[in-house]
């Protein structure tokens, strides 16, 4: 196993189109998060899948936004009319319940011109 | 104020020197991680830390629940040393983790 894998690393897109993202975490993980961290700041957390059930959405997470992991194995996340306050780097994490040590993917950088 | 604050805010060094890297939190934890970041790199987890200290390598992490408050050491730093730090604590029954902002660490030779 490779670790969390995300694709794409970089994506370009023009305002008003609509992107989406994958997230494949380590195989055993249960656990996925999204995150989002914009350039000088930590990052923030967008929403928690257990396996396939998306239970936790934070209020950043407008209705442009929605995200899915129909098999409890990857997840994509797909924001609709991209706006330039999307721009950021979107990192995915995993884990197992019970053990609190998460892994993160390399992230994918977003740029909306 | 921040759930996580970290501090210094940016830090720069010389080839050699000891570093302390702060971290202080105000919410009820399950357990704190040190986490390094490269330019454009993604997040890798240097230290996961419930209680007392951890050492790996040139790196040692100590944390005070009691205090809501832990550290970073790195002794004999080095210019690959050179990254942003971030402390991030892990919360709730979803285990989620809130960040702070992160330090930026520069070693010079």
């Known amino acids: 196993d490779t670790g969390v894998s995300q694709n794409p690393r970089h994506k370009i897109t023009k305002r008003g189109q609509n992107v989406t993202f994958r997230c494949d975490p380590i195989s055993e993980h249960n656990r996925l998060y999204w995150y989002r961290q914009t350039l000088g700041q930590g990052p923030e957390f967008l929403t928690y899948f257990q396996n396939e059930a998306q239970l936790e959405k934070s209020r950043l997470l407008s209705d442009r936004f929605s995200a899915e992991r129909p098999k409890g194995s990857f997840s994509t996340l797909e924001i609709q009319r991209t706006e330039q306050g999307d721009s950021a780097m979107y990192l995915c994490?995993?884990?197992?319940?019970?053990?609190?040590?998460?892994?993160f993917g390399q992230g994918t950088r977003l740029t909306v011109v | 104020k921040n759930e996580v604050e970290q501090s210094p805010q940016n830090l720069t060094a010389q080839e050699g020197e000891f570093i302390t890297i702060n971290c202080s939190y105000s919410?009820?934890?399950?357990?704190l991680h040190w986490l390094q970041q490269h330019p454009g790199g993604g997040i890798v987890s240097l230290f996961m830390?419930?209680?007392g200290k951890k050492k790996h390598g040139r790196l040692i992490a100590t944390i005070n629940i009691q205090e809501k408050h832990s550290s970073l050491h790195i002794t004999a730093s080095h210019p690959r040393d050179s990254a942003v730090y971030i402390c991030a604590v892990v919360t709730g029954a979803n285990s989620k983790l809130t960040f702070g902002k992160g330090i930026t660490l520069s070693v010079r030779p």
């Open positions: 830390l419930s209680s």
């Open positions: 919410v009820g934890i399950s357990a």
């Open positions: 994490a995993s884990s197992r319940t019970g053990n609190t040590e998460a892994f």
